[in-house]
Nanobody, 122 residues
Framework: QVQLSESGGGLAQPGGSLTLSCTMS????????MGWFRQAPGKEREFVAA????????HYADSVKGRFAVNRDNTKNTVWLYMNDLKFEDSAVYYC???????????????WGQGTQVTVSQ
């Protein structure tokens, strides 16, 4: 059974940075594209970023392009989301997701993590 575990959330000031990580267990990490989603209070969960199974392809939501970066290391079963120039509207619970294809993980992921809270506040 594939399990995803996120870490790295916390409090950041506007303009600051945070790095989230997600580790997979129970599955072959290199077989999955990985994605990040977020959900703010009262809003629907939305796509943030994704990376293909071999790391060669990425996709970002327009709201985070140029500020966030996604990367993975298949030897460590880990994917990271580097968040820079954080804004108040980036505050949300961030979820890691996995699926057997980049466009699948962007739309209908097979697996989800439990989420980690990111709060941007002064």
């Amino acid at each position: 059974q594939v399990q995803l575990s996120e870490s790295g959330g916390g409090l950041a000031q506007p303009g600051g940075s945070l790095t989230l990580s997600c580790t997979m267990s129970g599955g072959t990490f290199s077989h999955y594209a990985m994605g990040w989603f977020r959900q703010a209070p009262g809003k629907e969960r939305e796509f943030v970023a994704a990376v293909s199974s071999n790391g060669g392809g990425t996709h970002y939501a327009d709201s985070v392009k140029g500020r966030f970066a996604v990367n993975r290391d298949n030897t460590k079963n880990t994917v990271w989301l580097y968040m820079n120039d954080l804004k108040f509207e980036d505050s949300a619970v961030y979820y890691c997701a996995a699926a057997p294809g980049l466009w699948v993980v962007v739309t209908i992921p097979n697996y989800w993590g439990q989420g980690t809270q990111v709060t941007v506040s002064q």
